[in-house]
Structure formats: C-alpha cells, structure tokens
C-alpha cells in the first residue's frame, strides 16, 4: 500500500494544480480579471508565474520528479493565494475554499518531506 498510496496521493494532489494552470492558460484575461478584482497590481505577471508554478509544480508532484521541490513552490505559492482570494470569513465559500487550501498545505508538506516515494522519478533516478 506504501508504494501506491504515495503514487495515488501524488496523482490527487497534482491534479488541483495542473488542471487551475490550464484553466487560467485556456482563460488568460479572465484570470487577470479575477485578480484585479481583489486590487492585484501587475495582473499579466502575476497570472503567468501562476501559471508557471501551478503547471510545473504539479507536474513535478505528479511524475515524481524533483517532488520535494515542486511541493514546496507550491506551498509557498498558496500562501498568498490563501490570504488574498480566501479571508472573507463571512462568506462560507471562502472558509470552505480557505480550509480546503490548509489541507492541500499539509499534503504539500507531506510530500515536500517524505518525497515522491517509490513509484516516482525521483527513485527512479537515484538507481
């Protein structure tokens, strides 16, 4: 269970990333729009290194390949995103979205300090 159980958690948390950095690439200006809303200087900068960091960190997660690393742009990547999209606590979406960001935190985290585990690049390359 060890070996598939980091591939399979691995294979979840990367998918959040990977499928936000295609959404905001498939909707540029959209995303611009949103940030702009909440007072985001910079939109076009800020959307691309989202982009970069959200695409590249979950393929990272999801092949195995320099794992910890990729974990940990991410983690410090949704520190801000938390606090600027996420601190509306009288608005229960955003508790819900801010809690939820908290426990793919602490997944970062466990990947960021047990690594890609077995099935992953990472082991595959140490061999």
Known sequence: MEKTGTLI???????????????????????????????????WLFA?????????????????????????ALFIFMIPTTLIFHTNFGDQMQVIHFMK???????????AACGGGELSLDSRLKK
């Open 101 to 111: 960001n908290l426990a793919i935190m602490g997944g970062l985290a466990y990947i």
């Open 9 to 43: 958690g691995r294979i979840l948390v990367s998918i959040i990333f990977l499928m936000a950095g295609i959404n905001k690439i498939g909707n540029f200006s959209g995303t611009q729009d949103y940030m702009a809303a909440y007072g985001m200087p910079l939109t």
């Open 48 to 72: 691309a290194g989202a982009i970069i960091v959200e695409v590249g960190g979950g393929l990272s997660i999801l092949l195995g390949y320099m794992s910890r690393m990729g974990a940990i």
